[in-house]
């Protein structure tokens, strides 16, 4: 049964509800520092202008100092819709995506945006976003909506994959090379390609519930993340999956990798999990008092950088990182797919 939109993003950005928001009028930001404490954040990227971070009521704030403070970035309209994801093909070009189609790109790391797509009759989220090797960027949303862009996210056409069904897509992600890639989604739903994406197979699926992330990790090691703790490894390029274990049932919603290859994993309840065999088997590596991490970046000295629905967390994260409490009952913070 296909889940509500709204719904969908619960499960996918914050684990918390949806919002409804007020008439799409521009918006000047005040010149003065934002507090992000309590802001439903969605995604934070390292930039050539800074940390940047986005989410509610279509924010996006800057940082020059690693976080101690934040401005509003500049835009060219502010629709006053959820951004879901900032995705950057470099440390200056990037795309801001949102609810309605919603799409603001950015050349200078950041520090403006411009809008180059919005649908006002079509309120659906976009989820994320990815440059391709042939140069176009690529836009994956719910209901299997994709979007292309072939002259760098000026202007945006339906993009038609074949035998991709109308399942909420969630994520597409490459190879250190790019030669190889996937798209990952609702309902098991996971394409891959392995010519650099100018083709796609549909991967028979291997779970029932949504896949929220992937990443690659070197040869033919990909490992894939959802809800409840579903998170699977493959070693054969994505064709087949087998099921990690994990310390506590926690829907994942975002990923990095250290310096010295552990793989860290964030999401509900505040917890951070590491994995030092490649995502075979993890543990709870640190847990925030409060909220659900949607996303998570690592600073040149080693701080992790969490965005959650009820602010940013800058904390020290390494393999040993003890987690405060040992409370890990999160059977009321979320409701849903299996």
Known sequence: MR??????????????????FSPRTAVTPPAIATPVGNMQLTSVQQTSAGLVVAGELGHILLSTDQGQSWQPAQRSVNRQALITRLSFASADEGLALGHEGWILRTRDGGRTWTEVNFDASNGEPLMDAARLPSGDWLVVGAFGRVLRS???GDSWAEEVIDGLTDWHLNTIVASADAGKWLIVGEAGTLLRSLDGAQSWEVVEPFYNGSLYGALHLGGSTWVSYGMRGHVFHSEDDGATWQEARLPAPISVYSHALTADGTLLLVGQGGLVLASTDQGRNF?????????????????????AVMTSDEGLEIRQLTASTPAPGSNLNLSKTESGES
Not at 9 to 18: K, N
Not at 283 to 303: F, H, K
């Open 283 to 303: 543990s709870v590596n640190y847990r925030i008092p409060q909220g659900n991490l949607t996303d998570i970046a690592l600073l040149p000295d080693g701080q």
């Open 3 to 20: 889940a509500p939109v709204g719904f969908a993003m619960v499960l996918i950005v914050a684990a918390a509800g949806f919002h409804a």
């Open 150 to 152: 072939t002259d760098g």
